[in-house]
């Protein structure tokens, strides 16, 4: 299993609205990331899990919080969002947390903040 | 912190012709370097990595790239495009200690003429 799941594949949301996007991979992999892709942008790192602790916040605004309940599992909990933060949240993981290995991706949620 | 270059914003070349995209880095040493294919509204496929050894690394999808110690370079080629090729290109550069922040350049995006 190579696959890294992101539920839902698409979210609409108020932006007083409080909402989850979740990931899941089952490779065994020890760092998970969260990324955020504006429209004709590359991915822009938000957070990094390492051996389920958070490792790296690019300075995230705390509208965003990311949760790693266990080593398959990573969650982004999201609450007062702006429109601006309309995008492709992408999940990833790969092997080792100690070094920038090969990540796999999942499909993304499409997050549109009405 | 490594960064990545990616001069051509856009490239279009016909059905049959070759490719080449190209990737310049930014690293202290020999950083972990990879290409990755998005198509519209999904996520990233890795189409190949380099991490030591033979400076020509084989992907999928008939793809190829080299790493050029002395230019700084991890270019993308592929001798005949096919139609389906067409999407956004990539690249990445990861740091082989300490952290797993891999970087991506700002992307190619690749049509391809019938």
């Known amino acids: 299993d190579t696959e890294v799941t992101q539920t839902p594949k698409h979210l609409v949301m108020g932006m007083t609205n409080k909402k989850s996007l979740k990931c899941e991979q089952h490779?065994?992999?020890?760092?998970m990331y969260w990324y955020k892709q504006k429209a004709k942008k590359p991915p822009e790192l938000m957070f990094v899990?390492?051996?389920?602790?958070?490792?790296i916040n690019e300075s995230v605004p705390s509208r965003f919080s990311p949760e790693c309940p266990n080593s398959s599992l990573l969650n982004l909990h999201l609450h007062a969002l702006q429109p601006e933060d309309s995008a492709l949240y992408l999940c990833?993981?790969?092997?080792?947390?100690?070094?920038?290995?090969?990540?796999?991706f999942g499909q993304g949620t499409r997050l549109t903040v009405v | 912190a490594q960064s990545v270059t990616q001069p051509d914003i856009h490239i279009t070349v016909s059905e049959g012709a070759s490719l080449e995209l190209r990737c310049n880095y930014s690293?202290?040493?020999?950083?972990?370097l990879f290409w990755y294919v998005q198509s519209p509204g999904q996520g990233l496929q890795l189409l190949l990595k380099y991490f030591s050894g033979d400076t020509l690394v084989q992907g999928i999808k008939g793809f190829e790239a080299e790493f050029k110690r002395s230019q700084s370079s991890f270019n993308l080629r592929k001798p005949s495009v096919h139609w389906s090729d067409a999407a956004e290109y990539f690249c990445?550069?990861?740091?082989?200690?300490?952290?797993?922040?891999?970087?991506f350049g700002a992307g190619t995006r690749l049509t391809v003429k019938p």
């Open positions: 899990y390492s051996y389920e602790k958070l490792s």
């Open positions: 490779m065994g992999h020890r760092a």
């Open positions: 990445a550069v990861g740091a082989r200690t300490g952290n797993n922040d891999m970087r």
């Open positions: 990833a993981s790969s092997q080792d947390p100690g070094e920038s290995t090969e990540a796999f």
């Open positions: 690293y202290g040493a020999t950083p972990y």
